[in-house]
């Protein structure tokens, strides 16, 4: 009898031990499955790719710091990699000393650098990752957050911004009644993105938007103005701009890429202007022809 009891005893043991056993099992499951969860959000977010240089307007400095903290405190932005042109540096370069007091990771180039720099940096230093270039007037708010789970294989998105108003308050921008299809101010992308034709396209100069839009079409990239969901907001109210609006612009192909909504397909897969005549410049300001182009 005793004996029977001692087995008794040490099965209930045995049996307890087991259970603990598989509870911490278990939780060293979760554990990990939550570590795997987060790992996998982590590489969800996104790379953003910016350019700077030495500007010395107090008002518009203070724009280009404002974007930069508001992407900085965004939660699916993981990295803000700046490329700084040295060109226009002089004695003074507030908005480089300021940029290197902060964590963001920097390049530095001697000039405005063409899209296919840009597209390769992304490539090269951000494999399989999700990449944001953008003009460094913008910032992104929750919106963003609707991409991180959003399938971008052989896609490139461009997106219209939403202009700030002096309240704060963001509206899509519009040339008139129309909407600005011809404009966009951010390109996102996964990485490895194929080849586009764009040495020639200068980051940040007039009508380059048209055109790598046309060439990314030409590569067969499913190119999407999801502005209508994801709003990029543009901060210019010191209306400071540096670049020539005054020169003919030589390029003979422009694509507008409709406004829709994140999910949507656009009715026309392409719209370009203008039409497939060679030797046409564009004067920025003067009126356009429009022409639709079946090429794709």
Not at 120 to 147: M, Q
Not at 190 to 202: E, F, S, Y
Not at 224 to 243: A, E, G, I, K
């Amino acid at each position: 009898m005793k004996q029977l009891c001692q087995l008794m005893v040490i099965f209930l043991l045995s049996s307890c031990m087991n259970i603990l056993m598989s509870k911490q099992d278990i939780l060293f499951q979760d554990d990990y499955l939550l570590q795997e969860e987060e790992h996998v959000y982590e590489k969800e977010k996104f790379k953003l790719i910016t350019l700077l240089y030495n500007e010395t307007n107090e008002e518009r400095i203070s724009e280009y710091i404002t974007c930069l903290e508001r992407n900085q405190a965004n939660d699916s932005i993981a990295e803000i990699h700046v490329l700084y042109d040295t060109s226009k540096d002089g004695e003074e370069n507030k908005l480089l000393q300021y940029l290197q007091t902060t964590n963001v990771t920097m390049s530095y180039v001697t000039r405005r650098p063409s899209f296919s720099y840009c597209f390769n940096i992304a490539n090269t230093l951000y494999p399989n990752s999700r990449v944001i270039l953008s003009n460094a007037d913008i910032y992104f708010n929750e919106t963003l957050a609707l991409l991180e789970n959003y399938d971008l294989s052989d896609k490139l998105l461009a997106l219209t911004r939403w202009n700030v108003q002096q309240d704060g308050e963001i509206q899509p921008f519009k040339r008139g009644e129309k909407n600005a299809n011809d404009s966009q101010d951010v390109w996102i992308f996964k990485t490895p993105l194929r080849k586009i034709n764009c040495a020639d396209i200068k980051f940040g100069t007039p009508h380059c938007d048209g055109k790598i839009a046309y060439q990314a079409q030409r590569n067969r990239l499913n190119v999407l103005n999801p502005c209508m969901t994801v709003q990029c907001c543009h901060l210019h109210l010191s209306n400071v701009r540096n670049y020539d609006t005054k020169t003919p612009t030589p390029f003979i192909h422009l694509s507008r890429i409709p406004w829709i909504k994140l999910g949507e397909e656009p009715k026309i897969k392409r719209f370009c202007w203008p039409s497939e005549h060679k030797g046409i410049t564009i004067k920025i300001g003067t009126k356009r022809r429009f022409a639709y182009d079946e090429d794709v």
